[in-house]
């Protein structure tokens, strides 16, 4: 931390202290800067929200009513002399890197990003700036993504060979983000496609902001056994181990995350299957990102810290971490309001 | 490759055997004889070679992929496992090919034999650029050394007979030393294996073909009801009940094979039985006992623990020293085929006078005959069956013929085993169960307490320090896991249990859930040894649950002290 940095850390956040307000903040504060709906990056209780417009819909759905204010995209404002402007971070609907301007100097942080194109948000935008501040949740050099257009070929030959075996297809995934991701990607002549309730909110606020995906429906909106063994089932992981996946009858279990590249992940998650699909940036995909700022000096948050770190002075960056408690409990967060609902049976 | 590699990733993919014989049979039909030959080799256990060490094949890694060696050293830490590391460091193939599994193994990996390291590095490298992911993962395992996967040579049998709608166990002969790497696989071995069945002419490879297994019924009860339900002894044939693998040793034509219940083909791990058949004359088939005999100057020994025996099952290499410290020997208690005539017919007595004929002068073992005047005092023996490393008795009516599988048309056999010895034990853990089981908490672990707690409100204690995810204190009053058990309740209890495991849920590791302890199940077990491999220093055999004790409350529950004591009991 240096004086007249344009964020630091405080124990409630990353902190603008120019602007007074804080980005992502994991304790309650006055004014925060919310570059998701991810719920380790948007979380309740803060004073003043403000965000990306298409990310209204989502952060209303998972928050409630907060005193939300949204940018387009691009669109500046000044706040304490700080210049803030929200761009695309390509991670799910309404995500956005927050571009600071202060005294000369532009800083970027990314939140959660990834570069990768996909059809349910704007793709990544490279901002120009002194320093970046870059997530490294895969900042590995194993963690290469295979293109979608072969990632769904494999998801749509899982689902065919199952439909033909009379067996339902189960994907679990995170509600928010990824399911409407593969929504998007599958091919739905193969079959019905059901999603849990904790999707459903979700999937409406996307298609409420003009993302097309394929008509879905709930288990209770299907009578008939035979179309459930024809079934794409899309469910929070939580759910995979719940009463509610019982009325499927048999079963092909699938898990969509980056971890699954892994074949020690794939095999201790129990699931028959594991697909590579993550939202977000693999490892070429942050070299990339970093460089296509131009920015001098770089701050590394949660992921792989002091790898990304070390990797970026070898490289003749100035480099250094934030300690953040972002990342941790993303499947947990995605899961938790479902668990008492599924244990009695009444996940929907 | 890449059908193999697909195969791999679906047998990989899985744990259902369904599933790995359905991919194996689609392999089958879709790859070239030549190249499923060297995946029969493969995936039955054959060991290609290392040719290249992993250090050089981590250093080539590095370079094609421009990372330093400490970023490898990280990327190796959070994978596991240096093939899969270089696999997926190396940046991804521009035009992947797909050469053949034979063309690879016969033309590019056998070739390397010999060569010089700085030979092998470059052709290494322009492999790795024309393979995937999985690719990649493999040939580095075939160069490396250390190619494993998840089947069993007994499953690659049954898809082999499944593809080619021929009986499993003739695969499983025609298999015989397909791995030994002495003839490579090829076309015609593995046509040879897959070839339909000629009525009438007889296979060489089916010389070895054993009987199936006549299998014997449970037998409850007090001695009272037994003398009701089995007549007089007179009218049986008593032996002790041994634990260890049911086999049939088969002698035809100067060979020697060996079957276990399984109907698999075991006789390569089991070379001391091929020595002590090899003797007897041809067309001569033998049932009985695949044990660990422990060998005593004075008397006549006695049977080893299972576990002995286990360390030989599903070792490919046999070192001199397991086969020190487990010989195995054949305890035979039945005869079934002699001069190449089937003698499943004749009636137990008549078949066990032919057997102790047979066996004079052998060395292989024979099962003595037990006698008593009564049930009653059968079943005093039988009290001594721990002692004596045995499981309790068998009972074989003397006019009885030997069966097929578990009937009553031909004949009885019975097994009447001693009361399993019995633990007070909390739950601690959970998983979901397989099949019909999945998402029924229905796979439990089992505890006792460290030592004896002094009252409940010392246990409430220790309860609590578990909620609050606490590790415990060295020394401290504490729960030890040493057993897990999925059977022995009904579908209701099942239902009880799972819903009081998901409200009393911990923490979730994977499938497996930790639990608020609150339930006392009574285990019961058949044996129980001591064992490196488990923390409480404690393996039972065969461990199910007898009863929900909703009467126990948890600090009465059994202690590890009173495992030692049955431990004691065991011996």
Redesign the interface.
């Given at each position: 931390m240096k004086p007249g940095d344009l964020v630091v850390q405080r124990p409630e956040g990353l902190y603008c202290p120019p602007g007074d307000f804080y980005i992502d903040p994991w304790r309650p504060v006055a004014r925060a800067v919310i570059t998701h709906a991810h719920a380790d990056h948007a979380r309740m209780g803060n004073g003043h929200y403000l965000a990306a417009a298409p990310a209204e819909g989502v952060l209303r759905a998972r928050l409630g009513e907060i005193d939300l204010q949204t940018l387009r995209y691009g669109e500046a404002i000044e706040h304490n002399g700080v210049r803030l402007s929200l761009h695309p971070a390509g991670h799910v609907l309404g995500s956005a890197q927050v571009r600071l301007e202060h005294g000369g100097r532009v800083w970027v942080a990314s939140g959660d990003y990834k570069v990768a194109p996909d059809r349910t948000c704007d793709p990544f935008e490279p901002v120009r700036c002194d320093v970046f501040i870059t997530e490294s949740t895969f900042g590995l050099p194993i963690y290469r993504w295979t293109p979608d257009e072969q990632l769904f070929a494999q998801v749509n030959d899982w689902w065919s060979r199952n439909v033909i075996a009379g067996r339902a297809s189960v994907l679990a995934c995170y509600s928010f983000g990824k399911a409407q991701r593969i929504l998007s990607g599958v091919d739905p002549t193969i079959g019905p496609i059901v999603v849990h309730g904790a999707v459903r909110p979700l999937n409406d606020a996307y298609r409420a902001a003009g993302v097309p995906l394929p008509e879905t429906r709930m288990v209770t909106e299907i009578s008939d056994k035979a179309e459930l063994r024809r079934a794409l089932v899309l469910c929070p992981p939580s759910a995979v181990a719940s009463t509610w996946l019982r009325r499927f009858g048999e079963t092909s279990t699938a898990f969509a995350s980056g971890w699954m590249q892994l074949r020690g992940a794939r095999r201790r998650g129990g699931y028959d299957r594991g697909f590579v699909l993550s939202d977000h940036a693999d490892w070429p995909g942050l070299l990339g990102a970093i460089g296509s700022t131009g920015a001098q000096r770089v701050i590394v948050t949660h992921g792989s810290v002091p790898v990304m770190v070390r990797y970026l002075q070898e490289q003749g960056l100035e480099a250094e971490g934030f300690d953040t408690e972002y990342g941790d409990d993303v499947v947990e967060a995605d899961q938790a309001p479902q668990e008492p609902q599924a244990a009695t049976g009444e996940g929907g | 490759m890449k059908q193999f590699t697909r195969l791999f990733t679906e047998l990989?993919?899985?744990t259902?055997t369904n599933?790995k014989v359905e991919a194996l049979q689609r392999y089958f039909a879709a790859a070239t004889p030549a190249d499923a030959a060297w995946a029969v080799y493969f995936l039955a256990g054959g060991k290609p070679r290392q040719v290249v060490n992993m250090a050089l094949l981590a250093q080539l890694a590095c370079e094609e992929?421009g990372?330093?060696a400490?970023?490898f050293d990280?990327?190796y830490q959070?994978?596991?496992?240096l093939a899969?590391?270089i696999a997926?460091?190396l940046p991804?193939a521009a035009e992947t090919s797909d050469v053949g599994l034979a063309v690879w193994i016969e033309e590019r990996l056998l070739p390397l034999r010999g060569l010089p390291p700085e030979a092998i590095a470059p052709r290494v490298r322009a492999w790795w650029r024309e393979l995937d992911d999985m690719g990649r993962f493999l040939l580095t395992k075939l160069v490396g050394g250390g190619f494993r996967v998840g089947v069993s040579k007994l499953l690659v049998q049954r898809a082999l007979a499944a593809h080619a709608g021929i009986d499993a166990k003739r695969v499983a002969q025609r298999m015989m030393g397909y791995t030994d790497g002495k003839v490579m696989p090829s076309a015609e071995r593995f046509a040879a294996l897959v070839a339909q069945v000629e009525e009438g002419a007889t296979e060489r490879a089916d010389e070895g073909q054993p009987y199936p297994f006549f299998l014997a019924h449970q037998l409850d009860g007090t001695a009272e009801v037994f003398a009701s339900r089995l007549g007089p002894v007179t009218d049986w044939q008593v032996e002790w009940k041994y634990d260890g693998i049911r086999g049939q040793v088969v002698k035809r034509g100067g060979r020697v094979w060996v079957w276990s219940r399984g109907e698999e083909l075991v006789t390569e791990r089991f070379p001391e039985i091929v020595a002590l058949a090899q003797p007897l004359p041809d067309g001569t088939v033998l049932d009985g006992e695949i044990m660990v005999w422990t060998e005593e100057p004075e008397g006549p020994g006695r049977p080893a623990p299972f576990s002995l025996l286990q360390q030989r099952i599903g070792r490919k290499t046999l070192t001199k020293k397991i086969l020190a410290d487990a010989p195995v020997t054949f305890m035979a208690y039945d005869l079934i085929e002699q001069g190449g005539v089937d003698l499943r017919e004749l009636p137990q007595r008549e078949r066990r006078a032919r057997l102790e004929a047979l066996l004079t002068g052998t060395r292989l073992k024979l099962s003595p005959i037990e006698t008593a005047s009564s049930w009653l005092e059968f079943a005093q023996r039988r009290a001594q069956s721990r002692d004596l490393g045995v499981e309790g008795f068998m009972l074989k009516r003397l006019d009885a013929a030997y069966g097929t599988g578990r009937t009553k048309a031909d004949g009885l056999w019975w097994k009447w085993k001693i009361d399993p010895m019995t633990v007070d034990c909390v739950l601690v853990y959970a998983q979901?169960g397989h099949g019909r089981r999945?998402?029924v908490y229905t796979d439990y672990t089992f505890a006792v307490w460290n030592r004896r707690p002094l009252d409940k409100a010392e246990v409430d204690a220790v309860l609590e320090a578990i909620a609050r995810k606490e590790p415990p204190q060295p020394g401290a009053l504490q729960l030890v896991a040493f057993a897990k058990a999925y059977s022995g309740l009904t579908d209701e209890e099942f239902r009880q249990v799972d819903?009081i495991i998901?409200?009393t849920t911990i923490e979730?590791f994977?499938?497996v859930r930790s639990v608020r302890p609150s339930l006392v199940f009574e285990l019961g077990f058949e044996g129980i040894n001591r064992s490196t491999r488990h923390k409480s220093g404690i393996a039972v055999r065969f461990p199910r649950m007898l009863r929900i004790r909703h009467d126990k409350p948890l600090h009465e529950a059994d202690t590890l002290a009173q495992l030692e004591v049955l431990l004691g009991a065991g011996r």
């Open positions: - | 990989d993919a899985t259902s599933a992929a990372i330093e400490w970023l990280e990327c959070a994978v596991g496992d899969e590391t997926h460091v991804q979901a999945a998402s819903a998901r409200r979730k994977g499938p």
